[in-house]
């Protein structure tokens, strides 16, 4: 019963590392496709270039998210 009690506790404890790393990695993938974007805008905007801001809804999904973030990165990136 013991084994069968650490066993389930090591698992669940596993489940939650595994879990709090993932959601870790897209946060700081979030964060330096959010930098490159900044970084982006400051500099079209030394230079005078004129571009769309392109604005990314609230409620999306984390993949979603992701990909609307690429893609606005895309856009500035090829309005240098």
Do not use: P
């Not at 959601?23 to 079209?44: F, G």
């Amino acid at each position: 019963m013991k084994k069968i009690i650490s066993s389930t506790l090591a698992v669940v404890a596993f489940g939650l590392a595994a879990n709090s790393v993932l959601a870790s990695d897209y946060a700081d993938e979030v964060k330096d496709i959010q930098r490159s974007v900044s970084a982006i805008k400051k500099q079209l905007d030394l230079q005078d270039v004129q571009y769309n801001e392109i604005k990314i809804e609230n409620g999306l999904n984390r993949s979603q998210k992701v990909k609307a973030l690429e893609l606005k990165y895309d856009y500035l990136r090829n309005q240098l």
